[in-house]
T-cell receptor
Framework: DSGVTQTPKHLITATGQRVTLRCSPRSGDLSVYWYQQSLDQGLQFLIQYYNGEERAKGNILERFSAQQFPDLHSELNLSSLELGDSALYFC??????????????FGAGSRLTVL | GDSVTQMEGPVTLSEEAFLTINCTYTATGYPSLFWYVQYPGEGLQLLLKATKADDKGSNKGFEATYRKETTSFHLEKGSVQVSDSAVYFCALSFSGNTGKLIFGQGTTLQVKP
């Protein structure tokens, strides 16, 4: 167990729908990162939050959004889903600034299937 | 832009064989380099890392040396086991944001008994 918890593990939905993926970071970690793993694009960084604020953006579609709450858990919202959004979505966390735990720890992922 | 290139897989080896998975990178600055491993049905786990040129990262019998002159970070293991079967990802990040990783495409390793 990495300490990073993601729910749900599996999700099947239809095109046009909206889903929310949830992530609880490792205890003490202030930064949360979201990554997408798909067959055609590989592993791509989507977005980062640090202590509730957006810090960095990667290849995240406008239909996708995220937020980090005061208790540091994060949610990734995917809307107007398309077949191509089917992928594994990973959450990862890392220690706060100045922390010695400067290594990204990944959750087990949420597998999204869009039919 | 910054990128990581890994050798194509799958790599199929017999148990106790020597493993090399090639990784080269393109970066505008001086990145840290990582190898992550993904076992079936699991998330990524950090295998080893190196933060500056000539550093050698090692863990569980795996090694990789940060070669600035050849912009490479090849993964090696002297004797693989069936339990090493997994997907291996090479990645880089910069000190400004160590969690923002740029990954290679991954190399699948299959070890047969």
């Amino acid at each position: 167990d990495s300490g990073v918890t993601q729910t749900p593990k599996h999700l099947i939905t239809a095109t046009g729908q909206r889903v929310t993926l949830r992530c609880s970071p490792r205890s003490g970690d202030l930064s949360v990162y979201w990554y997408q793993q798909s067959l055609d694009q590989g592993l791509q960084f989507l977005i980062q939050y640090y202590n509730g604020e957006e810090r960095a953006k990667g290849n995240i579609l406008e239909r996708f959004s995220a937020q980090q709450f005061p208790d540091l858990h994060s949610e990734l919202n995917l809307s107007s889903l398309e077949l191509g959004d089917s992928a594994l979505y990973f959450c990862a966390s890392i220690g706060g600034e100045g922390s010695g735990a400067n290594v990204l720890t990944f959750g087990a992922g949420s597998r999204l299937t869009v039919l | 832009g910054d990128s990581v290139t890994q050798m194509e897989g799958p790599v199929t080896l017999s148990e106790e064989a020597f493993l090399t998975i090639n990784c080269t990178y393109t970066a505008t600055g001086y990145p840290s380099l990582f190898w992550y491993v993904q076992y079936p049905g699991e998330g990524l786990q950090l295998l080893l890392k190196a933060t500056k040129a000539d550093d050698k990262g090692s863990n569980k019998g795996f090694e990789a040396t940060y070669r600035k002159e050849t912009t490479s970070f090849h993964l090696e293991k002297g004797s693989v086991q069936v339990s090493d079967s997994a997907v291996y990802f090479c990645a880089l990040s910069f000190s400004g944001n160590t969690g923002k990783l740029i990954f290679g495409q991954g190399t699948t390793l299959q070890v047969k008994p």
